[in-house]
Structure formats: structure tokens, C-alpha cells
């Protein structure tokens, strides 16, 4: 097989179509999250404790007159990451929660398939010796 067939035989298998749909949904998914916690849920927080902007909050090391130039540890971006983090978690988790549930709701419901001509031929021989042995 040649370099190039094996090549398309992967690109266009259904785990990497699934896979890269998935990839460009989950950045999507993303900036709604982010959108979501920065405008959304930060606000109603940081003034419940008093007016704080979580992005702006940091711990200067080195002060400069150029805002470019100084040096600070910035934990409010680290805590807004990490909140961004929690909600996306959750949402997933409740998410494949959701679809497992539907998938048991749904091998229950179906029946088992019907056997197939050569399988219930056969089961009759099979019944039709034993009763011949007794």
C-alpha cells in the first residue's frame, strides 16, 4: 500500500472526522465558556466582594512607569482560568451523564435481534437429537 493511500485511508476514517469535529466544536465551546464566566458570573462575584475585578488582581514585583514593562504575578487571570476550567468540567461531566443515560434508556428499550433462518434450522436439529437420545 502505498504512502499516499495509507494516508487517506487514515484522514478520512470516522475517529479522525469525529475527533477533528470535535476539536473545532470544543474551541467554540471554549470562548462561550469564557464569554460565559468573564461577563456573566466574575461580575455579580467580584462585587460581592466588594468591587474586585478578578482579571486585574495581581502581585506587583517590579513597578515601572511603562504599564509594558512591569513585572507582576498575575493570580486574577490564574483564578478566571481556573473557574473557566470548573464550569467547562461540568458541563461536559453533565453532558456525557445526559448521553450515557440515554444510551442505557436505549439498549433496554430494544429488543434483542431475531435469529436468522440457519440458526433456528440448526436449534431444531439440535432439539430433535436430544429427544432422540432420552
Do not use: C, W
Not at 13 to 22: F, H, I, K, M, T
Not at 47 to 67: H, T
Not at 100 to 118: K, S
Amino acid at each position: 500500500m502505498s504512502f499516499m493511500s495509507e494516508f487517506k485511508a487514515f484522514a478520512v476514517r470516522g475517529n479522525v472526522v469525529d475527533l477533528a469535529v470535535g476539536v473545532i466544536i470544543g474551541g467554540a465551546f471554549g470562548k462561550i465558556v469564557a464569554s460565559f464566566v468573564a461577563d456573566v458570573v466574575m461580575p455579580p462575584i467580584g462585587l460581592a466582594i466588594g468591587g474586585v475585578d478578578f482579571s486585574k488582581l495581581q502581585l506587583v514585583l517590579q513597578q515601572s512607569s511603562d504599564p509594558a514593562k512591569i513585572v507582576a504575578i498575575r493570580y486574577g487571570m490564574f483564578l478566571q482560568a481556573t473557574l473557566d476550567f470548573i464550569i467547562v468540567a461540568l458541563v461536559i461531566f453533565m453532558m456525557v451523564k445526559l448521553v450515557n443515560r440515554t444510551r442505557r434508556q436505549h439498549e433496554v428499550a430494544a429488543p434483542p435481534p431475531a435469529p436468522n433462518p440457519q440458526e433456528v434450522l440448526l436449534t431444531e436439529i439440535r432439539d430433535l437429537l436430544r429427544d432422540q437420545r432420552r
